[in-house]
């Protein structure tokens, strides 16, 4: 079925907003009423129609906007994308999948023919029909790995596996949650993901890590994280912090609503098949707290999750300033009713 997409902003004016039926197909992120890490890995399957997980690589009314905002971020920062030379074969494997998913999932927007190395790629969104030869960077107007990008909703990381380690050596991060691909690129697992607290001591990273290098081509795995965000701002990039970090000051008890945001990233993972490489999709959702209390189990829920959450998580994730002001606000919708196990709408 057509997808009607918005033509919405992420910055400046924040005009993004869910229609009904997209606030009901949210990737909640909270199974019950509390939450600490854990590796949370779960197969990458098709899932009940009508939520995120019908395809394996999701398309929604956001698109159109969101490939739009990415080229605005390209423009003013060019070092969003990176990919070190020896990845090449891991750019293709990942052409080749977000074009089989895209057009699997939504053919009326998207069409793959293939003729041997002869590929036809038509995106009707974005208004693209391209002829290219598979496997020759020279026919295409962008590097294979950054011309699928700037089509595909969610931020991308190639990791390559060598020394009983993941390698993060090629990105196209837009939409990421206070973090550096720049700083990142060529760091290993375990360094870039050193600045998160409490998950290393009780050794989430080392069970997550050794879990990945087994990683098996055409499995792929499935988690959530998350976080809040000020206003519907996509790019929270440190290379950006003097835009969005003093929007976390301007949240008062009238406007909690509007401008607090759920950030939710589902992540998936991907083993590529030429390359033997990890493709690693961060897909971002937003929705603020009046979308998010039209929904009345994760509006019990959310306030409940945030009253529990350890000192460590709240100062890491950056919710210091406004976590009481949006437990406050979401306290009318908590009766103290019992909540349902699992994510989905009640």
């Not at 107007?141 to 993060?168: H, K, S």
């Not at 720049?182 to 009780?202: C, K, R, S, T, Y």
């Not at 965000?229 to 912090?241: F, G």
């Not at 970090?245 to 991907?270: A, C, F, Y």
Request: net charge negative.
């Amino acid at each position: 079925m057509a997808i009607v997409f918005k033509q919405e902003t992420f910055r400046n004016d924040f005009s993004y907003r869910n229609s009904p039926e997209n606030i009901r197909r949210f990737p909640f992120p909270f199974d019950r009423d509390e939450y600490m890490y854990s590796v949370n890995m779960e197969p990458h399957v098709h899932g009940r129609a009508g939520t995120v997980y019908e395809s394996l690589i999701d398309v929604d009314e956001h698109y159109v906007a969101e490939m739009h905002d990415r080229a605005l971020v390209l423009k003013e920062d060019p070092l969003r994308y990176q990919a070190l030379p020896h990845m090449m074969s891991a750019q293709w494997d990942t052409l080749e999948l977000l074009m089989e998913e895209q057009a699997a999932g939504y053919p009326d927007h998207f069409t793959l023919i293939r003729n041997g190395d002869q590929w036809r790629w038509i995106n009707r969104p974005l208004g693209i029909d391209d002829s290219f030869t598979f496997g020759d960077a020279s026919t295409l107007p962008y590097e294979p790995f950054e011309y699928i990008t700037r089509q595909a909703q969610g931020d991308f990381c190639i990791v390559d596996q060598r020394d009983g380690n993941l390698w993060m050596d090629a990105g196209m991060v837009t939409t990421q949650a206070d973090w550096s691909l720049d700083f990142d690129i060529g760091m290993n697992f375990m360094e870039w993901h050193g600045p998160v607290p409490l998950a290393h001591q009780i050794g989430v990273f080392d069970r997550a890590l050794k879990f990945l290098l087994n990683l098996q081509q055409g499995k792929p795995t499935r988690r959530f994280n998350w976080t809040m965000t000020i206003n519907p701002r996509l790019d929270t990039s440190p290379e950006n912090y003097h835009k969005w970090g003093p929007d976390r000051t301007t949240v008062t008890p009238e406007n909690v609503g509007e401008k607090v945001h759920l950030r939710v990233e589902l992540q998936s993972l991907w083993r590529l098949p030429r390359s033997n490489a990890i493709l690693f999709v961060i897909r971002c959702y937003l929705m603020n707290m009046e979308e998010l209390a039209t929904v009345p189990k994760w509006a019990r829920r959310l306030p409940r999750v945030l009253k529990t959450l350890p000192p460590e998580l709240i100062d890491y994730k950056g919710l210091t300033r406004f976590r009481e002001t949006t437990i406050d606000w979401l306290s009318k919708y908590d009766d103290g009713a019992p909540t349902s196990p699992g994510i989905y709408p009640d």
